[in-house]
């Protein structure tokens, strides 16, 4: 009979207690698994912005596919032309020295113009993004303004007119322009959640913008930039609810001296 190496037998004896755990706590077993199942179910766990809610999401998954038809383009001539050369040129004489050729001025001039004029064109139709995504839309100038802090590991939402942040949870009226004034408070952070708007870094000192819009429902972010041990755990849930129902949690929570 084969000895189990001692160093496995930590990990067995982990194994079992689990195991033993989980026999012994069946009614809690079947809740996390209905749980999991329920989120398994919940499309809006994903957080691709080929998927996009919001209207800046839009604007950048449609970019996306503006540029991917020029990047297929580049690469089926250039893999076209390099699986053609090393099939019509091979060598059928190891020994034999290949016809030497000069430049070609043409199709050197052709080959750079053609890369540099796909490059300038991707540039310009993305510049031409930023203003709409950088800056809140005229119609909603005095839209409502949340204070975002990131800190290890969690972000922190400030309201104006309540007492305490909210760690985690950005609760949002849905289909209005909320702005969010960033910042950090110890190390570099990004403020990303896919489905509704690019990511924004989180300094520490300096106060950046984005503004976000979606319909209801639930979104799913987290930081995009290491911070730190945690960083996996620094998830942001986004929860926009319908306006009487923004109105209502507002109204629930905290009051700030002096607010209403």
């Known amino acids: 009979m084969r000895s189990v190496p001692l ?28 749980g999991t199942t329920a989120l ?35 690469l089926v001539l250039v893999g076209g032309a390099i699986i053609y050369a090393a099939f019509k040129f091979k060598a059928k004489d190891v020994d034999a020295m290949p016809k030497q050729i000069g430049g070609n001025n043409a199709l050197e001039f052709t080959w750079t113009l053609v890369p540099a004029l796909i490059l300038l064109g991707i540039f310009i139709i993305s510049a031409t993004q930023l203003p709409f995504l950088r800056h809140t839309p005229s119609e909603a100038a005095d839209a409502m303004h949340i204070k975002v802090v990131g800190r290890q590991w969690v972000w922190n939402f400030k309201y104006a007119g309540l007492k305490n942040s909210y760690p985690g949870v950005l609760t949002i009226p849905a289909d209005e322009v909320v702005n969010l004034d960033i910042n950090s408070i110890d190390v570099i952070h990004s403020f990303s959640v896919p489905r509704l708007a690019g990511r924004l870094d989180a300094i520490p000192g300096k106060n950046n913008f984005m503004w976000l819009q979606a319909p209801a429902g639930i979104y799913y972010g987290q930081c995009t930039e290491f911070c730190g041990k945690a960083h996996a755990t620094m998830t942001i849930t986004v929860k926009a609810l319908p306006r009487s129902d923004f109105d209502t949690w507002y109204s629930q929570q905290p009051k700030a001296p002096g607010g209403s």
């Open 7 to 34: 160093a496995l037998l930590p990990v067995g004896a982990v194994l079992l207690a689990g195991t033993t755990a989980l026999a012994d706590n069946s009614s809690q077993g079947q809740s996390l698994l209905a």
């Open 40 to 74: 398994a179910d919940n499309s809006s766990q994903g957080q691709s912005m080929l998927n996009p809610a919001g209207p800046q999401a839009q604007h950048i998954s449609d970019l996306w596919y503006i540029i991917l038809v020029p990047a297929l383009f580049v």
